[in-house]
């Protein structure tokens, strides 16, 4: 699904909810898409694994598990499911959102000075203790960022500081080894996004800090990648020729 926002008078961007498609978006003439939606094109087969061929193979492989199923059913199994503390079954979508809404209300408890209690505490305490070792200061989340140039939005999960520049971290949760969970579509993601802030802010590309925080969704065991800057750089370029190929095609 495509997403697409718009800067309302105040300067702030909105998430259209009811433009989800690019014929929508042409129609409604004043909007932007995602940065998520443009790394939809990012040909993971040229560097090294075909997701439409997986996808594929995946959904065959579950259409004769549960043969019962609707479309929308065998979609959903494609990517998981969780189970959350209470025992309910969630989609990974589901659970992921909730977990970033954790996050997020640990680390606004934290800048107003409290703890946050809450039966999630296994996911965002070790993520706190890894802010107070490395010195980094929460200062934004979940900060919505839009380039007017290039046509896109994105929402940046946490933007903190360090030596009066700009951290910018990513949450991701995922089944398996966080190490091993890190994928070049995360680094296109933060690097355009901190190319926005930089040039908002009036900071260089080498100032930022861009950081992957990725979490075993079975048992929050947490990894923090940071991303050097020679593959921020590459993230950038990469982003802007998938962009080019968005805007060409589609006239957007």
């Not at 909810?17 to 998520?36: E, F, L, M, Q």
């Not at 505490?121 to 007017?148: C, K, M």
């Not at 020679?230 to 957007?252: P, Q, R, S």
Request: hydrophobic share 35%; charged share 30%; aromatic share 12%.
């Amino acid at each position: 699904m495509s997403h697409f926002y718009t800067q309302q008078k105040n300067g702030k961007v909105k998430l259209l909810k009811s433009i989800d498609t690019i014929a929508k978006a042409r129609g409604h003439g004043n909007c932007v898409k995602s940065v998520t939606t443009v790394l939809s094109l990012f040909p993971r087969q040229l560097r090294g694994f075909d997701i439409n061929e997986w996808r594929e193979r995946k959904l065959v492989h579950l259409a004769r598990e549960y043969p019962e199923d609707t479309e929308d059913k065998l979609r959903e199994r494609l990517w998981g499911y969780r189970t959350d503390l209470d025992g309910r079954e969630l989609t990974s979508s589901e659970f992921g959102t909730k977990l970033h809404a954790e996050m997020e209300e640990a680390i606004k408890q934290r800048k107003a000075g409290a703890d946050y209690h809450s039966e999630y505490r296994h996911f965002y305490r070790p993520f706190l203790a890894w802010l107070d070792a490395n010195g980094v200061v929460p200062q934004l989340v979940e900060h919505s960022v839009i380039d007017t140039e290039r046509r896109v939005a994105g929402m940046v999960d946490f933007i903190g500081e360090r030596d009066d520049k700009p951290v910018l971290m990513d949450f991701k949760f995922r089944q398996g080894d966080p190490r091993k969970k890190s994928y070049e579509t995360d680094l296109c993601q933060l690097a355009v996004e901190a190319d926005i802030i930089a040039d908002d802010w009036g900071y260089e590309i080498c100032d930022t800090s861009c950081y992957s925080v990725i979490f075993d969704c079975e048992n929050a065991q947490m990894h923090v990648k940071k991303w050097p800057l020679y593959k921020v750089e590459w993230g950038i370029e990469a982003f802007d020729h998938l962009n080019g190929a968005y805007n060409f095609f589609t006239g957007l």
